[in-house]
Antibody
Framework: QVTLKESGPVLVKPTETLTLTCTVS??????????VSWIRQPPGKALEWLAH???????SYSTSLKSRLTISKDTSKSQVVLTMTNMDPVDTATYYC?????????????????????WGKGTTVTVSS | DIQMTQSPSSLSASVGDRVTITCRAS??????LNWYQQKPGKAPKLLIY???SLQSGVPSRFSGSGSGTDFTLTISSLQPEDFATYYC??????????FGPGTKVDIK
């Protein structure tokens, strides 16, 4: 059974750095072409993709948050870590991690299609002094 | 960056109704489009990937279509458990994933 679990502080102060950990089980972070994304959702608002990291260590970040984000993985611990610097009250949200899987269209486009098929339950982070 | 829009932003429907939600990309994304369902207080759930492929375990009343810039998610006969918010997400650019703003489906 594939599971992902987010962990981190419930409350951070403005200007502090947030560190979130996603611990995965049921699959390996070294599996070919697999990855883990971080997504957040402010209260009552839409989902926002933040960053992802693939098994080959390829990393990508949201354009608007790129300067504040760092993603890394520890394959031996089955963990993906996201840090976000200079936290602000507008960063108050539920933060999710999700597994990125893929489908290869071998009969048509000969392309890989990526999607987030298993999600953690999320962790709520409040930014307040 | 590729921008995603959805319409309508919300809709009211009755059990048994056929429901269609539209997602539009700011540039062509071929079939690199996924759909998710989210219920209040829960994590999103993958419904459709690659525009029209049904995720394992998802009821067949859900279907996806489209390519290029225009996509639709259809629920053929709305069930009580389908009242939720639906998001599209592009994966054309594996460097930058983007979600749509969501469509809330509630009870008429």
């Amino acid at each position: 059974q594939v599971t992902l679990k987010e962990s981190g502080p419930v409350l951070v102060k403005p200007t502090e750095t947030l560190t979130l950990t996603c611990t995965v089980s049921g699959f390996s972070l070294s599996n070919a072409r697999m990855g883990v994304s971080w997504i957040r959702q402010p209260p009552g608002k839409a989902l926002e993709w933040l960053a992802h990291i693939f098994s080959n260590d390829e990393k990508s970040y949201s354009t608007s948050l790129k300067s504040r984000l760092t993603i890394s993985k520890d394959t031996s611990k089955s963990q993906v870590v996201l840090t976000m610097t200079n936290m602000d009250p507008v960063d108050t949200a539920t933060y999710y991690c999700a597994r990125i899987s893929w489908y290869y269209d071998s009969s048509g486009t000969l392309s890989y299609y990526y999607y987030m098929d298993v999600w953690g339950k999320g962790t709520t982070v409040t930014v307040s002094s | 960056d590729i921008q995603m829009t959805q319409s309508p932003s919300s809709l009211s429907a009755s059990v048994g109704d056929r429901v269609t939600i539209t997602c539009r990309a700011s540039q062509s994304i071929s079939s690199y489009l996924n759909w998710y369902q989210q219920k209040p207080g829960k994590a999103p759930k993958l419904l459709i990937y690659a525009a029209s492929s049904l995720q394992s375990g998802v009821p067949s009343r859900f279907s996806g279509s489209g390519s290029g810039t225009d996509f639709t998610l259809t629920i053929s006969s709305l069930q009580p458990e389908d009242f939720a918010t639906y998001y599209c997400q592009q994966s054309y650019s594996t460097l930058l994933f983007t979600f749509g703003p969501g469509t809330k489906v509630d009870i008429k």
